[in-house]
């Protein structure tokens, strides 16, 4: 009777509760169950469940997968595994942005985020792993967009070859932003009597006025760093006084952390390549760089990517560092300030604010908006693929402009009325 009765069990495939399996679950001796099957490409795999109802609920959702045409078979592939696989991918990309995606995945992502299972990855891992970014690393949040910009292409790879429904990165750094409260700093302009400071204080300082004509050229122009440090004297005409921009100078960290290094880079869109109109003082400005350069003895030993004859180099005779520009104006704000603080005992005395070569692109495109040049004159000379990009500086100057204009207004009133 017994041995009936296993038979029947055996035939039935029943569990130690008299409970039938079905095709492909068995249960093991310790009381665990499990289902194995075999996918299309001829590979076996299995999955675990405590109970049966629990081990079911798995297999619903293997088939909810399988008719959705998510991929079953890639349980055990991480985060890692699909950027490598993106790495392989990536195409169209200039290979200074790719170095430097890949930098910060290595630092940042690998050994935390990225050991996971892509297909455990929920969204609260993405917020949590953010938060840790911001309290415990202390990234600015600059930093963290270039870290999600990485991601976020790595998940919609994911999605794309059905190792994922969604993209879990989705929104997740506008979160961020929201819960920490972080706003958009928007590059300030230096105001014309500002401006003025500056650019006196470097006219007739003889410590920095080797620096005059690169930061004069920026504020004559509102070119980019890269853009401004990459000038070649082929580049310019001083007879039609004319700039070509059709390529940048850029620094960037080098694969598997063998350092730094300066690459050439050709813009990324049509509006990147454009022809700058120079006024005189941009012109005299390059003049005065030749003239330094003849004086001293300095020539040009730069060679990047076969381009050279660099207009703005160092007392070596190779390329600027942004760094470097940056640091310079640092010191000319403290020194001009001192000068000012010391001629000066009046309580309304203009000072520089701290700022750097990007405020003098800003600075340049406000001047613009304040003596009304046409939107998209101002967006083809500062080389804006997307108008919107203009629109937001031209909105927040005229919002400037009008309040001034409205308290000159309310003070010509109250004189009229008293």
Known sequence: MQEQQNKQRKRRRLDKDRLTLKKGETQRPDGRYDYRWTSSDGKRHAIYAKTLEELREKEVQIQVDKSDGIRTEIARVTVNDVFEMWCELKRGI??????????????????????????????????????????????????????????????????DDNYIRINPTDNMLKELKQAHNFDVEKRKALTVDEQKLFVDFLKRNEQYNHWYPVFIVMLGTGMRVGEVVGLRWCDIDLEEKTISVNHT?????????????????????????????????VVEAFRQEKAYQEEIGLTCRAIVDGYTDFIFINRFGDVQHQSTLNKAIRRIIRDCNDEVLLK?????????????????????TTRMCEQGVNIKVIQDVLGHKDISTTMNIYADVTKDMKGKEFAALENSYLGMIK
């Open 344 to 364: 000066n005992r009046k309580k309304n005395k203009v000072l520089l604010p701290p700022f750097s070569c990007h405020s003098l692109r800003h600075t340049f």
């Open 94 to 159: 200039k290979d200074n942005t790719f170095q430097n995606y890949k930098y910060m995945y290595n630092m940042f992502v690998r050994s935390a985020l990225g050991k996971l299972r892509i297909t455990t990855v929920k969204k609260s891992d993405i917020k949590r792993f953010y938060n840790m970014l911001v309290d415990e690393k202390v990234l600015k949040i600059a930093t963290i967009d270039n870290i999600h910009n990485v991601l976020h292409q790595v998940f919609n790879l994911a999605v």
């Open 249 to 281: 100078l850029v620094y960037y960290n080098k694969e598997g952390g063998n350092g730094c290094s300066f690459s050439i880079n050709t813009p990324k869109t049509k509006a990147g390549h454009r022809t700058i109109p120079m006024m005189e003082f």
